[in-house]
């Protein structure tokens, strides 16, 4: 059981995320983005509470471009939950760590 976020590649997306029994919560991010730091402070405390509910994942966008491109990321950090390999939210305005379990439990509840 997942309790930590994976970190998805290009070579990994589809059976990863496209291909997952569970919903995704994807986090693209960058080592220069300092909002995206927080992200993913609160991200790995976020995903031990979610094991077995949700797949929390993220990209790096430096390494895994094409993954960002696929999913017509154009800023960071953006999240998006996918389920069946389907976008359902997007996520690219500010997010506090309230915030962010907010909107999981709400999507998780649909």
């Given amino acids: 059981m997942q309790t930590a976020p994976i ?34 402070q609160w991200l790995a405390r976020l995903a031990p509470d979610y094991a077995g509910k949700l797949v929390v994942a993220t990209v790096d966008v430096s390494t895994d471009k094409m993954v960002a491109d696929q999913f017509g990321v154009r800023s960071l950090p953006t999240l998006l939950w996918l389920e069946n390999g389907e976008v359902i939210y997007r996520q690219s305005d500010e997010i506090n760590e309230a915030g962010l379990r907010s909107l999981v439990d709400s999507l998780l509840a649909k």
Avoid: G, I, R, Y
């Fill in 7 to 40: 970190n998805v590649t290009n070579e990994m997306v589809e059976t990863a995320v496209l291909q997952s029994n569970l919903p995704v919560l994807l986090d693209f991010w960058a080592d220069w983005c300092p909002p995206c730091h927080m992200v993913s």
